[in-house]
C-alpha cells in the first residue's frame, strides 16, 4: 500500500463544513509551511480550464474513518465525492466505456440520460465518444468507477501522457510508499482539514489539476483556509496533492 492519506470524507448536507481528518499516513501529520515559487505552466495541456453552467456548494460532512483496502488499480475506499480524470478511451458498452490513465490506471465511466458531452468546446453526443480517444471525465467518483457528469472528448489528446511525465508523476506500485517532495508553492494548510466541495468550482478545480498533473484520478476537491483548492489524487505513488488557487491555476504540488 503506498503512503498516503487514505481517510474518508463524507457528504451529507449541501451547506459548508470544517472537516477534522484522520491521517492514516505512515508519517506524522505534517504543517507544511508556505514555499517560495511562480505559477507552473505545463506545455501541452490537454484539458482546457473553462468555465462550467450549475451551482456551487460546499458539503457538510461527518468523518468517518475506513479500512484500508487496496483496490484493484492501488487507490484507498474513500467514501464517493465530486472528481475526475483524464485517458484514453479503451472500450465501450451500454452503460459507458472504460480508459486508461497515462499512468495505466483503468477507470470505468458509468453514464446516465444527464450526462453531458463535449468535443473541444461544442456541445456534442456519446456518439463523440470513440475508443481511442483523449476524455476528461467529470463527476462522483467511488475508488477507479466515476459517474460521469460531464465527458469532455479531447481532439487530438495523448490522454494527459505528455503531462503526466512533465510534472513527474510516479505510477502505483504496490508497496512503494510515497516519496516526501513537492513542486513550486505549497499553502499553508493541515493535512486532512478543509471542505469537502462539488459543483462548479469543484469541476473547475479538477479540470486545473488534471491538465497540468493527469494520470491519477482525483477523488475530491477540498477549499483550504486560505482560499486555494486541493484536489486529492489516489490511485498513483505521486502527488497526490494539487493546489490551486483562487484563479485556477495550479500553483504546486505534492
Given at each position: 500500500?503506498?503512503d498516503y492519506?487514505?481517510?474518508?470524507?463524507s457528504?451529507?448536507?449541501?451547506?459548508p463544513?470544517?472537516?477534522a481528518?484522520?491521517?492514516?499516513?505512515s508519517?506524522?501529520?505534517?504543517?507544511?509551511?508556505?514555499?517560495?515559487g511562480g505559477?507552473?505552466?505545463a506545455?501541452?495541456?490537454?484539458?482546457?480550464?473553462?468555465?462550467?453552467a450549475?451551482?456551487?456548494?460546499?458539503?457538510?460532512?461527518?468523518v468517518t474513518?475506513?479500512?484500508v483496502?487496496?483496490?484493484?488499480?492501488g487507490?484507498?475506499v474513500?467514501?464517493p465525492?465530486?472528481?475526475?480524470?483524464?485517458?484514453?478511451?479503451?472500450?465501450k458498452?451500454?452503460?459507458?466505456?472504460?480508459f486508461?490513465?497515462?499512468?495505466?490506471?483503468?477507470?470505468?465511466?458509468?453514464?446516465?440520460?444527464?450526462?453531458?458531452?463535449?468535443?473541444?468546446?461544442?456541445?456534442?453526443?456519446?456518439?463523440?465518444v470513440?475508443?481511442g480517444?483523449?476524455?476528461?471525465?467529470?463527476?462522483?467518483?467511488?475508488s477507479?468507477?466515476?459517474?460521469?457528469t460531464?465527458?469532455i472528448?479531447?481532439?487530438?489528446?495523448?490522454?494527459?501522457v505528455?503531462?503526466?511525465?512533465?510534472?513527474?508523476?510516479?505510477?502505483?506500485?504496490p508497496?512503494?510508499?510515497?516519496?516526501?517532495k513537492?513542486?513550486?508553492?505549497?499553502?499553508?494548510y493541515?493535512?486532512?482539514?478543509?471542505?469537502?466541495l462539488?459543483g462548479?468550482?469543484?469541476?473547475?478545480?479538477?479540470?486545473?489539476?488534471?491538465a497540468?498533473v493527469p494520470g491519477g484520478?482525483a477523488?475530491?476537491?477540498?477549499e483550504?483556509s486560505?482560499g486555494?483548492?486541493?484536489?486529492?489524487?489516489?490511485?498513483?505513488?505521486?502527488?497526490?496533492?494539487v493546489?490551486?488557487?483562487?484563479?485556477?491555476?495550479v500553483?504546486g504540488?505534492?
Open positions: 500500500m503506498n492519506d487514505p481517510t474518508s470524507q457528504s451529507a448536507e449541501p451547506a463544513a470544517t472537516l481528518v484522520k491521517a492514516r499516513r508519517h506524522a501529520r505534517r504543517f507544511l509551511s508556505k514555499k517560495t505559477l507552473i505552466v506545455a501541452g495541456l490537454t484539458c482546457a480550464v473553462a468555465g462550467l450549475g451551482g456551487t456548494s460546499a458539503s457538510a460532512a461527518s474513518p475506513l479500512d483496502t487496496a483496490t484493484p488499480t487507490g484507498p474513500a467514501d465525492s465530486e472528481g475526475g480524470s483524464t485517458g484514453i478511451v479503451d472500450s458498452s451500454s452503460t459507458g466505456f472504460t486508461s490513465t497515462a499512468t495505466g490506471v483503468v477507470v470505468t465511466v458509468d453514464v446516465a440520460s444527464t450526462t453531458k458531452y463535449t468535443k473541444g468546446t461544442d456541445r456534442t453526443t456519446a456518439k463523440a470513440k475508443e480517444e483523449s476524455v476528461l471525465v467529470l463527476g462522483t467518483v467511488d477507479a468507477t466515476i459517474a460521469a460531464q465527458v472528448v479531447q481532439p487530438k489528446g495523448d490522454g494527459g505528455a503531462a503526466s511525465a512533465a510534472a513527474g508523476v510516479i505510477p502505483f506500485e508497496g512503494t510508499p510515497s516519496p516526501v513537492s513542486v513550486g508553492t505549497i499553502p499553508d493541515t493535512e486532512g482539514e478543509g471542505t469537502i462539488s462548479t468550482v469543484a469541476d473547475k478545480a479538477v479540470k486545473a489539476a488534471q497540468v484520478v477523488n475530491r476537491v477540498v483550504l486560505g486555494e483548492y486541493e484536489v486529492h489524487n489516489v490511485s498513483i505513488n505521486w502527488p497526490h496533492h493546489f490551486v488557487d483562487k484563479d485556477f491555476k500553483i504540488w505534492e
